[in-house]
Every structure is written in C-alpha cells, then in structure tokens.
C-alpha cells in the first residue's frame, strides 16, 4: 500500500530543503521523523508534517480500503521538493560598496510517497549491478572489460616459483611434501 501527501508554498529555498530531504529518502518512517525532528534545518519542520500527513493518509486509506496496516512498517519510498514561486519585492536590501540587491523570497513544494511493500530487498542492497561499473576481482583490483569470474594470471617472480603445487582449486595439498629452503644441521 502507498500513501501520498504535499505541503506546498513553504518558506525557503529549494535547495536547501533537498539537503533534509536526502537524509531520510529510503528510511523507516520512525527513523525518518526522529532525524527530522533533531534535524538544525529550517526547512526540517515542513518536511516533518508532510511526512506525518503521508502516514495519517496511509492509515486512513487502509481503514477505507479494509486492510490492517501498522505504520512502523511504513517507509519512505520517495521524497522530492520542487521549486516554488519567488516573491520579488520592491524593497531593497543594502548590499557592499553602497550597492542594492531586491529582495526575494523563495518557496518550495514537498511530495513524500510512503510504501509498505519490499523494504526489505532494497534495504539490504540487493540492486542488481549496473553495466558501465567496474567490478573487482578476487586481488582487489578492478578489471578493465573482464567479468569478474575471470581468473587473475599467475605470478612469474621467484617467492611465487617456490611455493607449493596448487591444485586446480587453487588451494594447497595436504599430501604435497614443503619446500624447505633452510639448511638441517
């Protein structure tokens, strides 16, 4: 079940209110209102109702719909802030060097969209990987156009000719007998 609210013409500037509204995309609702609320933005306080309102919208639409929904299983889903009108006024503001700027007032919208549904495979990072990303081998470095199941190629210094046989499995026998390097006296 999703649940959608907005709160429109909020004070402040776009930009601002994203940086909030990154912190809680993709979080519990519980997690989301408790970094809200201890949040030192402005822009916080709005978001925080918006987010109230989703859930209230959610547990109403389940009572409508005849469904048991709890709202700690509830999470954000997406959350995005669009640009709202600027107010240009026409008082001026003092700026440097004896200049005037005028005065603008900026405004934003919130749209937050709760889910109950498949939190859990995305919460667990189970994205499938993308194409262009470079994946890393089993040393550690990062192929260039090579699958990861590609095996890394054998080393050719001396320390790597003295070490004991492997096995196609790349791991060492346990009936080999060891190399000793070391004199007995």
Known sequence: MEARASAK????????ARLVVDMIRGKNVNEALAVLQYTNKRA???????????VANATEAAEKANIAIDPDDLWV???FIDMGPTKNRRRMRPAPQ??????R?????VT????SEEQAALAKGKRPSKAGKPQTTATGKKAAGKSAAAAPKPATTKRA????????AGETPVDAPATETATEE
């Open 161 to 168: 000719a003295t070490k004991q046989p492997e096995t196609a």
């Open 98 to 103: 004896g200049r005037a700027y005028k005065e």
């Open 105 to 109: 007032r900026h405004f934003h919208h």
């Open 112 to 115: 937050v969209l709760l889910s």
């Open 44 to 54: 916080a306080d709005g978001i925080e109702k918006c987010v109230r309102s989703a």
């Open 9 to 16: 013409y909020l004070r402040g500037s776009a930009q601002k």
């Open 77 to 79: 889903k997406a959350c």
